[in-house]
């Protein structure tokens, strides 16, 4: 099983320049999640889905949009890149939500210049 | 913000002791769960405790949970090197949102 997957793995992008992250699980999984971890920060919750269909924004959502493509599938999307969102950014799932373990991908890093 | 608190941000022992890191939070939590990083990798879920429950084992791992203190701790038994990471409390609040603090790094020394 793959688990939850992420592309790309690297990523660097100029100011106003925008890129989708993309997000697959194979866990049939109802929730799912993006996160940002930067140094000192621990990680932090940039939106969510509940199910297929919703989304729902997190602790740090603006400059972000997402969708959920399908029960599989998460994109994140910048619009328009700003330094500040240089970070490396997470994409999780879980069965149940905040009530069951999470699975996380192994993440995208990403630049911004 | 930020909801899990943990101490200490570092922590360096020798292969063979017992480490043991702490987790603060504010609010009234569903359950708390402790996570493992790998330098370059994703987060690997270790413990899920509810909030009605006070103690959890998993193999070398203890957690407690202290809901009248809104605190947690996480004992590795018998550390290995292999036990060197970061670790990661999260506190379940609602039904979806999982919030996680900033982490304790810990280095085991051969």
């Known amino acids: 099983n793959a688990g939850v997957t992420q592309t790309p793995k690297f990523q660097v992008l100029k100011t106003g320049q925008s890129m989708t992250l993309q997000c697959a699980q194979d866990m049939n999984h109802n929730s799912m999640y993006w996160y940002r971890q930067d140094p000192g920060m621990g990680l932090r919750l940039i939106y969510y889905s509940a199910s297929e269909g919703t989304t729902d924004k997190g602790e740090v959502p603006n400059g972000y949009n997402v969708s959920r493509l399908n029960k599989r599938e998460f994109s994140l999307r910048l619009e328009s890149a700003a330094p500040s969102q240089t970070s490396v950014y997470f994409c999780?799932?879980?069965?149940?939500?905040?009530?069951?373990?999470?699975?996380f991908g192994n993440g995208t890093r990403l630049t911004v210049t | 913000s930020q909801q899990g608190e943990e101490d200490p941000q570092a922590l360096s022992i020798q292969e063979g002791e017992n480490a043991t890191m702490n987790c603060s939070y504010k609010t009234s939590i569903n359950n708390l769960q402790w996570y493992r990083q790998n330098s370059g990798r994703g987060l690997v879920h270790l413990i899920l405790?509810?909030?009605?429950?006070r103690e959890k084992h998993s193999g070398r791992l203890r957690v407690t949970l202290d809901t009248s203190k809104k605190s947690s701790s996480l004992l590795i038994t018998a550390s290995r090197a292999a036990d060197t990471a970061s670790y990661f409390c999260a506190t379940g609040e609602g039904a979806q949102k999982l919030v996680f603090g900033q982490g304790t790094r810990l280095t085991i020394n051969p």
């Open positions: 405790i509810r909030s009605n429950e």
């Open positions: 999780a799932s879980s069965p149940q939500g905040g009530n069951s373990p999470l699975h």
